[in-house]
């Protein structure tokens, strides 16, 4: 059972950076055909698919961010990774870190991020 704890700096003013953390258990994060996202969803809104890293350590982003995103991993810490620059308030949101398996998914709890001055 893959298990998956976000953690983040929870205010970010608007301009800066953030970054994220996913930490990973219960599997490698290098396991063959595993996909890890971030998935976020901002208030009153739907879930918004950010982008991935694939167990091949390939990246996939959502058009949309892809200017503004970057997602890593780190294979020794069992761990992936946010970027994004350029934060705005309209950027306010849950962030969610995924794991998707074949047909299996599993999700963080997600991490509250707020971009205000």
């Known amino acids: 059972q893959v298990q998956l704890q976000e953690s983040g700096p929870g205010l970010v003013r608007p301009s800066q950076t953030l970054s994220l953390t996913c930490a990973v258990s219960?599997?490698?994060?290098?396991?063959?055909?595993?996909?890890w996202s971030w998935i976020r969803q901002a208030p009153g809104k739907g879930l918004e698919w950010m982008g991935a890293?694939?167990?091949?350590?390939?990246?996939y982003y959502s058009p949309s961010l892809k200017s503004r995103t970057s997602i890593s991993r780190d294979n020794a810490k069992n761990t992936a990774y946010l970027q994004m620059n350029s934060l705005k308030p309209e950027d306010t949101a849950v962030y969610y870190c995924?794991?998707?398996?074949?047909?299996?998914?599993?999700w963080g709890q997600g991490t509250q991020v707020t971009v205000s001055s």
């Open positions: 995924n794991a998707l398996y074949g047909r299996r998914d599993y």
């Open positions: 890293i694939a167990y091949s350590d390939n990246t």
């Open positions: 219960g599997d490698s994060i290098t396991t063959k055909y595993y996909y």
